[in-house]
């Protein structure tokens, strides 16, 4: 069984602040772990995911992260951010043989001015 | 850019009644989805289905819910008795080849039961 963890429900930030939104998961197989981000009202995205190589992972909208595997984290990370970036994050985790994502509860990034 | 596209946007029904979400995916994509997120909660998987034959399910996916391919392109998920802790938004996913290349989600339905 495979769980996520997101240890901050709200992260508020003011625009051009560096950002890390955290995550961590647990899994008895091998992982592969995606971030998403849900704008208001909208689906959700693909930021990035991480599947095998490097444990670094740059996505779109100058988002990364970083794959720990001793830590089991997988946090998200953006040097600068800006007021559209507001929005949710989810940090999800598939594994073993099943293809199914596990989500965490999300974290809701709020920029302000 | 390929979308998956769900119909309608917003549904509301009255309890009991039989709703059907509508998903078309990814035209060379194998793998379908089910996800929900009652409002303020996570996002919860409820379905799986590959090569016309559901996958895996969730204790969610009881039977009250039931999925189909009908026509090779659309994806449907029925509800057949709603009742009011169904109330959520419906996120429909495909991927080529599962986790490989990641998922895509469409924009959700929205169904309000009342």
């Known amino acids: 069984a495979q769980s996520v963890t997101q240890l901050d429900s709200q992260v508020p930030v003011f625009e051009e602040a560096p950002v890390e939104l955290r995550c961590n998961y647990s899994s008895s197989v091998s992982v592969y772990l995606f971030w998403y981000v849900q704008y208001p009202n909208q689906g959700l995205q693909l930021l990035l995911k991480y599947l095998s190589g490097s444990t670094l992972v740059k996505g779109i909208n100058g988002f990364e992260a970083e794959f720990n595997k001793s830590q089991t984290s997988f946090h998200l990370r953006k040097p600068s951010v800006h007021i559209s970036d507001t929005a949710e994050y989810f940090c999800a985790v598939s594994g073993g043989s099943n293809y199914k994502l596990t989500f965490g509860k999300g974290t809701l990034l709020t920029v302000n001015p | 850019e390929p979308e998956v596209t769900q119909t309608p946007s917003h549904q509301v029904t009255q309890m009991g009644q039989e709703v059907i979400l509508r998903c078309v995916p990814i035209?060379?994509?194998?793998?379908f989805y089910w996800y929900r997120q009652i409002l303020g909660q996570k996002v919860e998987f409820l379905v799986s289905f590959y090569n016309n034959e559901i996958s895996e399910k969730s204790e969610i996916f009881d039977d009250q819910f039931s999925v189909e391919r009908p026509d090779g392109s659309n994806f449907t998920l029925k509800i057949r008795s709603t009742k009011l802790e169904d109330s959520a938004m419906y996120f429909c996913a495909s991927s080529e080849a599962a986790r490989i290349y990641g998922y895509t989600f469409g924009s959700g339905t929205r169904l309000t039961v009342v």
């Open positions: 035209s060379n994509h194998l793998y």
